[in-house]
């Protein structure tokens, strides 16, 4: 793969699913195979320090194979959609022209759908709207949402105030309600067509897997990677405060709950948002999706999509 010229470069694959579904590993089983590089498509791994909470590539993953869109950004930068299509779209670009397969891997639907279909239309933020809006209670802001946009408000995660904010601001400047303004079809999307694919995870393993995944994190170091964060600024990003994990290692630092009651919520936090996934990415993304069975490893499903590649060729 690493010998095709730039002119027969193929497209890229897209590879996403659930929290915890596996799929960073087969990213790397694909690419170690075809020489391939990855672009990580995820909202939190493009913060430098954000690294236990985010389940990040380790250092010698990303020194085997090339990564694209990790540490990218401090904390006291803003990052959006539309800047990860942009340097996404540069990245893969550059790969192509060096004749390298590119794997785009990661959870973030958002940005997924932004660069399969385009950003959208949705207004610029107003400032003084914005300000009246945060100043509401989330209960308020909710109600208001349910009202004018039910399709919207059971697709959120209603924890995410941020995104709360910004779905109500985009229904009062225009009017409409928020889940009708989607983003255009983008030339990119059938060039696409029987590469991107989806892992999916019976409910029973995804909870045993999100459980030990969460253990682990808080084993290596999360309660301590979190201080260090609220002291480089992570409590004015709020973006990255929103990030499942370390919005409750601040609570627990902060005296509102215990260590293992930490551990716990991150946990069913950590469930309901893997179940917000997988609707999301059956109602607007077109995948082929792949049935992961328990025993199964990353070279076995490695296997399995490498046989649908061929099957489409």
Same mark, same amino acid.
């Given at each position: 793969?690493?010998?095709?010229?730039?002119?027969?470069?193929?497209?890229?694959?897209?590879?996403?699913?659930?929290?915890?579904?596996?799929?960073?590993?087969?990213?790397?089983?694909?690419?170690?195979?075809?020489?391939?590089?990855?672009?990580?498509?995820?909202?939190?791994?493009?913060?430098?320090?954000?690294?236990?909470?985010?389940?990040?590539?380790?250092?010698?993953?990303?020194?085997?194979?090339?990564?694209?869109?990790?540490?990218?950004?401090?904390?006291?930068?803003?990052?959006?959609?539309?800047?990860?299509?942009?340097?996404?779209?540069?990245?893969?670009?550059?790969?192509?022209?060096?004749?390298?397969?590119?794997?785009?891997?990661?959870?973030?639907?958002?940005?997924?759908?932004?660069?399969?279909?385009?950003?959208?239309?949705?207004?610029?933020?107003?400032?003084?709207?914005?300000?009246?809006?945060?100043?509401?209670?989330?209960?308020?802001?909710?109600?208001?949402?349910?009202?004018?946009?039910?399709?919207?408000?059971?697709?959120?995660?209603?924890?995410? %105030?941020? /995104?709360?904010?910004? $779905? !109500? @601001?985009?229904?009062?400047?225009?009017? &409409?309600? =928020?889940?009708?303004?989607?983003?255009?079809?983008?030339?990119?999307?059938?060039?696409?067509?029987?590469?991107?694919?989806?892992?999916?995870?019976?409910?029973?393993?995804?909870?045993?897997?999100?459980?030990?995944?969460?253990?682990?994190?808080?084993?290596?170091?999360?309660?301590?990677?979190?201080?260090?964060?609220?002291?480089?600024?992570?409590?004015?990003?709020?973006?990255?405060?929103?990030?499942?994990?370390?919005?409750?290692?601040?609570?627990?630092?902060?005296? %509102?709950? /215990?260590?293992?009651? $930490? !551990? @716990?919520?991150?946990?069913?936090?950590? &469930?309901? =948002?893997?179940?917000?996934?997988?609707?999301?990415?059956?109602?607007?993304?077109?995948?082929?999706?792949?049935?992961?069975?328990?025993?199964?490893?990353?070279?076995?499903?490695?296997?399995?999509?490498?046989?649908?590649?061929?099957?489409?060729?």
């Amino acid at each position: 793969m690493s010998e095709t010229s730039a002119a027969t470069a193929p497209e890229p694959i897209l590879l996403t699913g659930a929290t915890a579904s596996g799929k960073s590993a087969v990213a790397l089983e694909l690419a170690r195979r075809w020489g391939a590089e990855i672009v990580s498509v995820d909202s939190m791994q493009v913060y430098r320090g954000l690294d236990i909470g985010t389940a990040k590539p380790s250092p010698a993953e990303r020194a085997e194979i090339r990564h694209h869109l990790v540490d990218i950004v401090d904390l006291t930068d803003s990052f959006d959609a539309a800047r990860f299509v942009s340097l996404a779209t540069d990245a893969i670009r550059d790969a192509r022209t060096r004749g390298r397969l590119v794997i785009l891997c990661g959870g973030t639907g958002m940005y997924l759908s932004a660069w399969l279909n385009g950003l959208g239309e949705s207004p610029a933020p107003d400032p003084a709207l914005r300000a009246e809006l945060e100043s509401l209670p989330l209960p308020v802001l909710l109600d208001e949402l349910a009202r004018k946009d039910w399709t919207t408000f059971d697709e959120i995660d209603v924890q995410n %105030r941020r /995104r709360v904010v910004r $779905a !109500v @601001e985009v229904i009062r400047l225009t009017g &409409r309600p =928020f889940s009708q303004q989607r983003a255009r079809w983008s030339d990119r999307a059938p060039t696409m067509a029987g590469r991107c694919f989806g892992l999916e995870r019976d409910r029973a393993d995804e909870i045993r897997r999100i459980d030990r995944r969460v253990d682990r994190m808080f084993q290596a170091g999360l309660i301590e990677e979190t201080r260090c964060l609220l002291d480089g600024g992570l409590r004015g990003n709020r973006t990255a405060m929103q990030a499942i994990g370390y919005r409750q290692v601040v609570d627990h630092l902060e005296g %509102r709950c /215990r260590r293992q009651e $930490a !551990v @716990e919520l991150v946990k069913v936090r950590t &469930r309901q =948002f893997a179940k917000r996934q997988r609707t999301w990415f059956r109602g607007q993304l077109d995948l082929r999706w792949i049935g992961v069975g328990q025993a199964e490893s990353p070279a076995q499903i490695a296997d399995r999509i490498g046989a649908e590649l061929q099957k489409s060729a």
